[in-house]
């Protein structure tokens, strides 16, 4: 099973600072990975897949980069409605399809 | 607009078979996979398998294969979730979810059901 490792568990920033999260694969996942956004009390939603592309609907302030086991979404300039935990997810093998344990993006 | 739509919270006990349901509207059902993924009080996400309604292909993640059944009602466009006996370790959120290509099951999938709390409990 790959794992996905996210870093860091919590992040706190202000809104207007750029985001930084990452999303490290125990073994390479080639591009096949994606970003989801949950809130509070809400399902997932996809924001990046295939490692760079924005899902329908997404602000483009999100962006997304890597390939192989290193990845990174970057929220170029943080809206109060960013605030949220954010899962990567890998899908280079069905069926071990896995998510990372997530990130804690909070207001400081 | 593409929905889906599942149904309520469930309280059940140990034991107790239930079936959850996930509805799907705003796109032709029997083209898209349906997966499910369980997310535990506190914790992170996990795939437990994908469905495909238009003839029903199944397909299981390790970890849910013999524990769960999944399946579809294409007259209905409709997706379920069944178990047949609880335990207090299935307590957590289910949502359903669509593959975002069609006919292709290994995929990413989105949009979400609004998700369906199971809390079994003696």
């Known amino acids: 099973e790959i794992v996905l490792t996210q870093s860091p568990a919590t992040l706190s920033l202000s809104p207007g600072e750029r985001a930084t999260l990452s999303c490290r694969a125990s073994?390479?996942?080639?591009?096949?990975l994606a970003w989801y956004q949950q809130k509070p009390g809400q399902a997932p939603r996809l924001l990046i897949y295939?490692?760079?592309n924005r899902a329908t609907g997404i602000p483009a302030r999100f962006s997304g980069s890597g390939s192989g086991t290193d990845f990174t979404l970057t929220i170029s300039s943080l809206e109060p409605e960013d605030f949220a935990v954010y899962y990567c997810?890998?899908?280079?093998?069905?069926?071990?399809?896995?998510f990372g344990q997530g990130t804690k993006l909070e207001i400081k | 607009e593409v929905q889906l739509v599942q149904s309520g919270a469930e309280v059940k006990k140990p034991g107790e078979s239930l079936k959850i349901s996930c509805k799907g509207s705003g796109y032709s059902f029997t083209s898209y996979w349906i997966g499910w993924v369980r997310q535990m009080p506190g914790k992170g996400l996990e795939w437990m398998g994908i469905?495909?309604?238009?003839?029903?292909?199944?397909r299981y993640s390790p970890s849910f294969q013999g524990q769960v059944t999944i399946s579809a009602d294409k007259s209905i466009s409709t997706a379920y979730l069944q178990w047949s006996s609880l335990k207090a370790s299935d307590t957590a959120m289910y949502y359903c979810a669509r593959s975002i290509a069609a006919a292709d099951p290994y995929n990413w999938f989105d949009p979400w059901g609004q998700g369906t709390l199971v809390t079994v409990s003696s």
């Open positions: 295939d490692a760079s």
């Open positions: 073994q390479s996942v080639s591009s096949y």
């Open positions: 997810q890998q899908r280079s093998n069905w069926p071990l399809w896995t």
């Open positions: 469905i495909y309604p238009g003839d029903s292909d199944t």
